[in-house]
């Protein structure tokens, strides 16, 4: 059966002499691989096509049988390449990218998740200075997507404006805000989380990667929020960096 399928390509590897295997992020299919046979040295089918960051248009045809996905030609429709040129916008886009694929998002979840990442992409191209906190930022955004928002605004308890009074404990287990004065009815691990750090996940939870340049954070801010976030993401997602990659726990 063939189609054409908008894909991100995520990475690209050699086999035999001129053929390529490509792993590819689609909003319909989610995270898949496909051969694409003559990749490697095909000027007609494949023209500026496979590289890592490419949005492609790709004509596929695939094998139920065996099982198999092959890209039979391409058409480039966006590349980074400032992203590839710049060693630290490209590091930021490669956890983005590792977070992603350890998340195995199935294709019923992949239609927000790809636009997420078309646009951190595009921020990190054209920011003319991304922050540091991109990935982080991303993790949050996406774990908030798929399901695991926080209610940033009111204590879960009382309903107290949170950034009014200046302080929260992030109950992880329970996924859920308490302010200072009822943080004795929560139970489990919990995270500080000042006016600032609050601040910070709001705007992040409803801005567009764009806009997540202009977030003004403090060096208070940016520990709460890692430390936070990498405790919420361990235990809901069941993902924790280690040596350079997510594993699961």
């Not at 992203?83 to 350890?102: H, I, P, S, W, Y």
């Not at 004065?181 to 939870?205: F, I, P, Y």
């Amino acid at each position: 059966m063939e189609s054409t399928e908008k894909a991100l390509v995520l990475k690209v590897g050699r086999f035999r002499e001129v053929d390529a295997w490509v792993r590819l992020f689609s909003p319909r299919k989610g995270i898949f691989n496909a051969f694409a046979f003559g990749g490697s040295v095909s000027r007609r089918r494949f023209l500026g096509c496979l590289d890592p960051f490419n949005l492609v248009a790709f004509k596929v045809r695939t094998d139920s049988a065996k099982g198999y996905t092959y890209l039979l030609e391409g058409s480039l429709i966006a590349s980074h390449p400032r992203l590839r040129q710049d060693t630290e916008r490209l590091g930021m886009a490669v956890n983005c990218v590792k977070f992603l694929e350890a998340a195995h998002l199935g294709p019923s979840g992949s239609d927000a998740a790809f636009s997420l990442l078309l646009e951190t992409l595009a921020a990190l191209e054209e920011s003319e200075e991304p922050p540091r906190m991109m990935p982080l930022y991303f993790r949050a955004r996406m774990a908030f997507d798929q399901g695991f928002a926080l209610q940033l605004d009111a204590c879960a308890r009382c309903g107290v404006d949170l950034t009014a009074s200046g302080d929260a404990q992030l109950l992880v287990e329970q996924g859920r805000l308490h302010c200072m004065d009822c943080r004795r009815w929560g139970h489990g691990a919990s995270v500080h989380l000042g006016r600032e750090a609050l601040l910070v996940l709001r705007a992040v939870s409803v801005l567009p990667p764009a806009g997540w340049a202009d977030i003004p954070v403090t060096g208070q801010a940016r520990m709460e929020c890692g430390r936070a976030l990498d405790l919420f993401v361990e235990y809901h997602l069941g993902l924790t960096w280690d040596h350079g990659s997510f594993r699961r726990i």
